[in-house]
């Protein structure tokens, strides 16, 4: 049984650009959130992606979106991409809303040059 | 300021010793967590919890839920305990609230 899978691992991007990453969440699971985590610093909530709509949204510009599809995966995309995007993003998936264990996925290590 | 604060920052431990991670909380909570990240960045969940305590081999995660506060404990520390070790909760909605972490390196 595959955990949270998300691809790329790595990428480097110019400052400008846009970016998507990718979240396949836990078999069974069809909740998936999205964090920012900066180094040396927890991660920070960007939203919460639940029978494909975002259900709740952290305080991040609208520059940060996301979609979920049919199957409970999930896309980050980023547009106009500053320095300061640089980080880990990690997604986690969950079943549900309520309060239940999470799984979180390695993460994809961004950076903008 | 931050609703989930841990301590120590930083930790550095002999093989076999007693370690112990404080978090405390300032919100309400429906479960608080203690994750595990490595440098490769993945997060592993090592224990949720809403009372109590729980034990897990050599970890054991304790809850106080009145004093809002909650500890980890490793005994018998060992090198490949090294790691970051960050408390969270969660409030509605399952959505996580992070501690800045305790970057944990036991020596041999």
């Known amino acids: 049984d595959a955990g949270v899978t998300q691809s790329p691992t790595h990428l480097i991007k110019t400052r400008g650009q846009q970016v998507t990453l990718r979240c396949s969440p836990k078999?069974?699971?069809?909740?998936v959130s999205w964090y920012q985590q900066a180094l040396g610093q927890g991660p920070q909530f960007i939203f919460q992606?639940?029978?494909?709509?975002?259900?709740q949204r952290g305080n991040f510009p609208d520059r940060f979106s996301g979609h979920q599809f049919p199957n409970y995966s999930s896309e980050l995309n980023v547009n106009a991409l500053l320095l300061g995007d640089s980080a880990l993003y990690l997604c986690?998936?969950?079943?549900?809303?309520?309060?239940?264990?999470?799984?979180f996925g390695q993460g994809t290590r961004l950076t903008v040059v | 300021k931050n609703e989930v604060e841990q301590s120590p920052q930083n930790l550095t431990a002999q093989e076999g010793e007693f370690i112990t991670i404080n978090c405390s909380y300032s919100v309400g909570i429906s479960a608080l967590h203690w994750l595990q990240q490595h440098p490769g960045g993945g997060i592993v969940s090592l224990f949720m919890l809403s009372s109590g305590k729980k034990k897990h081999g050599r970890l054991i995660a304790t809850i106080n839920i009145q004093e809002k506060h909650s500890s980890l404990h490793i005994t018998a520390s060992h090198p490949r305990d090294s790691a970051v070790y960050i408390c969270?909760?969660?409030?509605?909605?399952?959505?996580?609230?992070f501690g800045t972490g305790t970057s944990l390196t036991v020596i041999p």
């Open positions: 986690a998936s969950s079943y549900g809303t309520g309060n239940s264990e999470a799984f």
């Open positions: 078999s069974g699971h069809d909740t």
């Open positions: 969270a909760v969660t409030r509605s909605g399952n959505q996580f609230y």
């Open positions: 992606y639940y029978e494909e709509e975002e259900r």
